[in-house]
């Protein structure tokens, strides 16, 4: 290969690919336009494609010239947030309430460069897979391709993966050994009291006063329960109760989320949560429902193939623009389930503009040569 990626020339193109794919969106599991596009793209380059898994999922294979030698998994996310956009754009999504706020398009038109590029530069030794993964924005799209074989079909002896974050400058790229984003859970508290008139309270099992000794209760795991050089946080975000302003309801629902960097804090704090809600329930003589709605792992980086990023990227880059030890994010990622499976590493792109999730974000496209050149230059590294 290569011994110096250039990718000026892709710039362009990967510039309309991600502009067609933004004003296109799609959420999760009904990529089908943007899935269609990337295989055929990818055909067109005359790269081995398979469609449909996990649904939308697709995979482009590369096989290197030289003959057999390490087999490389890079994947990029291809779904958007189920949210109005209100960028004046020309290329702003003409989906209602469907909007690529995160950066997807994006990290799509980089593997696409990249897919370009190798398909053209095959002098190495092994396989590179381009995973095209559904669903990032549900936590589900990561799991789902690898309980429909991912890692059995396209067999990978390592993982990489990037997102863009405004917390860099452009030009720059970031990345750590261990936990870079946290684990996710989502839970939901249920509570069955006794309804009343407001001005019978005696009467009633006020739902709204045990959920409101629930908020309370649930904010020291953290600070009382949670090593305090460990990282976690509880949210609770909604609390949905009563109809009437004289009435005391005989229900409430509270849902919220936990983010936690390590595996043991994740669990530390399940547990408190169904020991918090048992004892409200004791407490109240009321019942207390705990579901834990939803879970997925903290992603987390190996030290080899992190020193494979951090040389990559300072190849393309420079020493001074590596930071080598960033900020890990409480955001999440089902990268983590194909993390939990392959050594690998996730790093973070720098990229000019607002953060992710705003109603106004759009991607840098001034960024995507730097991702693209830092995934090639992995390839060459573990390859060549």
């Known amino acids: 290969m290569q011994k110096d990626v250039d990718l000026s ?192 309270p005696h009467k009633s099992i006020d739902p709204i006063v045990v959920g409101v000794n629930l908020v309370q209760s649930i904010q020291s795991i953290v600070s009382r329960n949670v090593n305090p050089l460990d990282t976690a946080v509880v949210s609770v975000c909604r609390f949905l109760a009563g109809t009437a302003i004289n009435v005391i309801a005989d229900t409430a629902v509270l849902e919220g989320t936990v983010r936690t960097l390590s595996v043991d804090a994740q669990a530390l704090i399940l547990a408190r949560l169904r020991e918090i809600c048992a004892g409200a329930a004791a407490m109240f003589s009321c019942e207390v429902s705990f579901e834990h709605l939803q879970s997925s792992p903290p992603t987390v980086n190996s030290a080899q193939q992190t020193e494979v990023v951090r040389r990559a990227a300072q190849q393309v880059v420079g020493v001074e623009n590596v930071i080598v030890d960033v900020a890990p994010l409480m955001a999440s990622e089902d990268f983590a389930y194909m993390l939990q499976q392959r050594p690998g590493s996730y790093f973070f792109l720098g990229h000019d503009g607002l953060t992710c999730h705003h109603p106004e974000f759009d991607f840098d496209d001034n960024t995507s040569p730097t991702g693209a050149a830092v995934f090639i230059e992995i390839v060459k590294q573990r390859l060549a």
Not at 51 to 63: D, E, H, M, N, P
Not at 95 to 110: E, K, L, Q, R, S
Not at 119 to 134: D, E, K, W, Y
Request: with cysteine.
């Open 9 to 200: 020339g892709l710039a362009e193109q990967m510039q309309v690919w991600r502009r067609d794919i933004h004003q296109h969106p799609e959420l999760g599991f009904e990529e089908h336009r943007t899935a269609a596009k990337v295989a055929d793209l990818l055909r067109g380059w005359d790269i081995e494609v398979e469609t449909g898994i996990a649904g939308t999922g697709v995979v482009g294979t590369i096989r290197g010239s030289l003959g057999p030698g390490l087999s490389l998994g890079l994947r990029a996310d291809m779904d958007a947030l189920p949210m109005r956009e209100k960028s004046a754009v020309p290329y702003r999504s003409t989906h209602d309430n469907v909007f690529h706020g995160c950066g997807h398009d994006g990290h799509t038109a980089i593997l696409l460069g990249v897919a370009k590029h190798l398909s053209a530069h095959r002098a190495f030794r092994g396989t590179v897979h381009l995973i095209f993964q559904p669903a990032e924005e549900t936590l589900r799209g990561g799991s789902a391709m690898i309980e429909d074989g991912l890692l059995e079909r396209f067999p990978c002896d390592e993982v990489y993966a990037l997102h863009n974050n405004n917390a860099l400058p452009a030009g720059k790229v970031g990345v750590r050994v261990g936990a870079i984003l946290s684990a996710c859970d989502l839970f939901r508290i249920s509570i069955k009291g006794i309804g009343s008139h407001a001005a019978a």
